[in-house]
């Protein structure tokens, strides 16, 4: 079974045994949580979508906290002796798909 969930406003598609990272979540690792927004489901060739979707996305935490690449923007006016430097490295949380019921 095939289904795309609604995760932090981004959409992932997922089936039962993926492991992927999304935007951090308040949890702590080990814990078990349900993700209610499923926008499609495939199940074998039929294809549910909109508000015919009555399926659950169940998922246990992983690691609650994982930090991604470090992202630098830097800004630079030639001649005028200004430079800005700023970074920051992005939070996400590791989750397992247990279940699609």
Known sequence: M???????GQQF???AGDSLYVPHIEC????S????DVL??????SVNI???????VKAEVVNDLV?????IAFKMKR??????????????THIKVTAIA
Request: hydrophobic share 30%; aromatic share 6%; charged share 35%.
């Open 2 to 8: 095939l289904a795309v969930v609604k995760i932090a």
């Open 13 to 15: 598609k997922v089936k």
């Open 28 to 31: 702590k690792t080990g814990d």
């Open 33 to 36: 949580v349900e993700f209610k």
């Open 40 to 45: 499609m489901t495939d199940n074998g060739g």
């Open 50 to 56: 909109g508000a015919n979707v009555s399926a659950v």
């Open 67 to 71: 930090k991604g690449d470090k992202v």
């Open 79 to 92: 001649r005028k002796g200004f430079r800005k430097k700023h970074g920051h490295r992005t939070q996400y």
